[in-house]
């Protein structure tokens, strides 16, 4: 069955650096687009960043672009979230979700057309 397992959270210094990494089984994970997603507590789940199939093209909501950067190992089935620094308000779940499809436009990334999700990691940043 379709697994995503994230790992990497934990808690983080405000300015320091985290990378999470999402391990996918299940699904031909090479012809799906991946993104992360966040959510903070009494939030909404959010998009945070994508990256295509072949990792040629991503996509970043404006308040992590130059902060983190998504990438992805199609050999090892792995996508990956490099954070830096870090910052309070981006201690949130964070998830990740794979989907056959792409959109350009971040604020086009929503929760309801991504396929198959993971059940999250925590990243906690203190000030």
């Known amino acids: 069955q379709v697994q995503l397992v994230e790992s990497g959270g934990g808690l983080v210094q405000a300015g320091g650096s985290l990378r999470l990494s999402c391990a996918a089984s299940?699904?031909?994970?090479?012809?799906?687009?991946m993104g992360w997603f966040r959510q903070a507590p009494g939030k909404e789940r959010e998009f945070v960043a994508a990256i295509k199939w072949s990792g040629a093209s991503t996509c970043y909501v404006d308040s992590v672009k130059g902060r983190f950067t998504i990438s992805r190992d199609n050999a090892k089935n792995t996508v990956y979230l490099q954070m830096n620094s870090l910052k309070p308000e981006d201690t949130a779940v964070y998830y990740c979700?794979?989907?056959?499809?792409?959109?350009?436009?971040?604020?086009?990334w929503g929760t309801g057309g991504m396929n198959y999700w993971g059940k999250g990691t925590l990243v906690t940043v203190s000030s």
């Open positions: 299940g699904f031909t994970f090479s012809s799906y687009a």
């Open positions: 979700a794979a989907t056959p499809r792409w959109w350009a436009a971040a604020r086009s």
